[in-house]
């Protein structure tokens, strides 16, 4: 390998593209994180990609050709299958006659030919002549996103459906909950003719339980969340051990959509990542109706290790679809997603790492706590940020302690990608579907851990916008919901009779809390203003009890955002706690549409806008440290390495 690794810096020497130094210097780099010399060479943007195959090419004793999709053969692309060519980086072209007449198969390969690509030929074509000749790694991508396009298309929204129908919310309800949901009502309105009395005090009691079980179990997973730190705790020392050589290829997913203005704050917040730039690829995935977003892309010059990905238009237009098409591409041993606006922990990666070597093989899924930049904006972002923490530090710790499955969070999830490709990918059906995948890997009888690491975002600053967010996460829950419950039996059997249960309470207890709380709060203001006016319906022992879970659901959730004020040391967040039990009124608003969004628009992804708030640039986040990062970064620090 270092022979060929010489033979091709020389070549490059020779053809005036690279000087002895940096020959030198960039041999050195690779034999120090264990990466071949062109992908440090290309990461560092010492040579273009054009230069290196032409190099590479000679090196080969292979032709070069720079590959047109119209020179692919669409009856000979049918017999490979798209994820297969986008992981090892080669397609076939055409049949041609060789010098005596006879039949092979021209394929272009971005690695070196191989026999393992004339066996795959061979068996699926039937055809043992292979002439292989070189192309780059981007045309590969290229004919693939255009000539496999329908393939792309037809895996990232309906292979999930087609293969898993059960775990699909591509059905938003079957047969046996939609009889349950009319039996209900059919009962509910011959009980309010014959007996309103009892029917009423036989509805209010059940909302009581229904509350007073799912404010119950929040409180219990939180408080156990307080007493211990989360299982994949990662040290600095565990960090500072790692070596580059011995540090995995990581894939980062970046879907934007219709956000080009935000694309200069991307640039920034991803040169800040500590990690071997030659080992990371970031995959922007930019919708193909979005011109904007992608002139401003490409007018920022990304350097090599950043990737356009245009995804085909299809519907439903969801965040969890482009992201399946970013992971057909994905080459890295682990894949994480990040919006646009993320800023992640300069380490965040390496923690990941640990966390995953640390955890064990059933390990799938390493979560990132999530907290915000701008949470002195404004009363909403400042309660945002409170209802995160509480979230991240208490909820998901007492999850993971308790194994219980944990809902991910819809940015920072880090994968093994292998097992994420065996769990089908996201179901982009389900507009939530970082929690779905959660409790999906958890029925497989994977693990989600949470890991002491943190990235920040920027929290919805207008009442309008964080509705908008926040009734399409309900409404993902609700999805998810409907989609487990479908089999409850299976559910138990696979999960355990007490994930069940936590499943139920937290997945399906959130949206039902919200939309029910706004009834106990009529009752008690009813009593307020005209004391004894509903004894007549309600015995009084349950207005008594309807007091009483108000009072205990209100307070549960001030002290969890005190608490959440405290630990992270925002002590300027900690008296709007106080203004909690308003802040989750809100939910019940966005509850509601929610609801109704699940009967009229269930796939329907309501766009959250970005890039708002004017703490973007010169605030640091609530609770955080001066972390020493550059004010101003570009692509240039990307391909240089960034700060280390």
């Given amino acids: 390998m270092r022979r060929v690794e010489r033979r091709l810096g020389d070549v490059l020497v020779d053809q005036g593209a690279l000087t002895p130094t940096q020959l030198s210097d960039a041999l050195a780099q690779g034999r120090r994180i264990g990466e071949p010399l062109g992908s440090v060479l290309l990461a560092r943007g010492l040579v273009t990609r054009r230069q290196l195959y032409v190099a590479l090419a000679e090196v080969w004793g292979t032709d070069l050709a720079f590959v047109d999709p119209v020179q692919v053969d ?227 010059a990304p350097p090599d290790l950043v990737r356009i990905v245009v995804v085909p238009h299809s519907l439903p237009k969801t965040k969890p679809r482009a992201c399946n098409v970013g992971l057909t591409f994905a080459r890295g041993e682990h894949v994480v997603i990040y919006d646009a606006e993320d800023r992640p922990d300069p380490d965040q990666l390496k923690k990941a790492v640990v966390a995953f070597r640390k955890g064990g093989e059933d390990l799938v899924c390493v979560q990132a706590a999530l907290n915000y930049f701008n949470a002195r904006e404004n009363v909403l972002t400042r309660m945002f940020t409170l209802e995160y923490s509480s979230w991240f530090d208490y909820t998901l710790a007492g999850l993971d302690r308790m194994r219980l499955p944990i809902p991910l969070g819809g940015t920072s999830n880090h994968f093994r990608t292998d097992l994420l490709r065996r769990l089908g990918g996201w179901d982009p059906f389900n507009v939530t579907e970082d929690a779905d995948l959660g409790i999906r890997a958890s029925a497989r009888g994977h693990r989600v851990a949470v890991v002491n690491s943190t990235t920040y975002e920027e929290a919805n600053m207008a009442v309008g ?56 709060y009529a009752l008690f203001l009813v009593e307020l203003v005209e004391p004894g006016a509903l004894l007549p319906v309600l015995p009084e022992w349950l207005l008594w009890v309807s007091t009483a879970n108000l009072v205990f659901g209100n307070g549960v959730i001030v002290y969890l955002s005190l608490l959440a004020g405290f630990k992270r040391r925002s002590y300027g967040l900690v008296p709007f706690a106080l203004l909690s039990p308003l802040y989750w009124l809100l939910h019940s608003v966005a509850s509601y549409k929610a609801a109704w969004q699940l009967l009229t628009k269930p796939f329907y992804w309501e766009k959250t806008t970005h890039g708002l708030s004017s703490h973007v640039r010169d605030e640091p986040p609530a609770g955080a440290a001066d972390d020493g990062r550059p004010e101003r970064l570009g692509w240039a620090d990307l391909t240089a390495g960034g700060p280390r």
């Fill in 74 to 300: 669409p009856e000979l692309a049918r017999l490979f299958p798209a994820a297969l060519l986008a992981r090892e980086l080669w397609l076939p072209l055409e049949v041609e006659r060789d010098e005596d007449g006879r039949q092979r198969v021209v394929v272009a390969t971005a690695g070196r030919p191989s026999a393992h690509v004339e066996a795959e030929v061979a068996a699926r074509t039937g055809i043992p002549r292979v002439r292989q000749v070189v192309t780059t790694d981007w045309d590969v991508q290229r004919a693939l996103r255009t000539v496999w396009r329908d393939e792309l298309v037809h895996e990232a929204v309906s292979s999930l459906a087609e293969r898993r129908p059960e775990e699909s919310a591509s059905t938003v309800f079957v047969w046996p909950q939609v009889a349950l949901a009319v039996a209900l009502l059919l009962a509910t309105a011959v009980g309010l003719v014959l007996a309103p009395a009892s029917t009423v005090t036989v509805l209010v009691a059940t909302v009581n339980v229904v509350v007073a079980l799912a404010v119950g179990a929040k409180a219990l997973i939180s408080t156990v969340g307080t007493a211990y730190e989360t299982v994949e705790q990662v040290t600095d020392a565990e960090v500072a051990a790692l070596t580059d050589d011995d540090l995995p290829r990581y894939t980062i997913l970046v879907p934007v959509y219709r956000e080009a203005g935000i694309v200069g704050l991307l640039v920034r917040n991803l040169a800040a990542l500590d990690y071997p730039r030659e080992k990371m690829e970031i995959l922007l995935l930019l919708e193909e109706d979005d011109p904007e977003t992608l002139e401003a892309a490409l007018a920022a």
């Fill in 465 to 520: 916008n964080w509705i908008r967010q926040r009734s399409r996460w309900i409404k993902g829950y609700m999805q998810t919901v409907l989609v487990h419950t479908r089999r409850p039996v299976h559910l138990v059997r696979t999960v355990g009779p007490r994930q069940a249960a936590g499943f139920g309470l937290l997945i399906g207890g959130t949206p039902a809390m919200f939309l029910l709380t706004p009834w106990l």
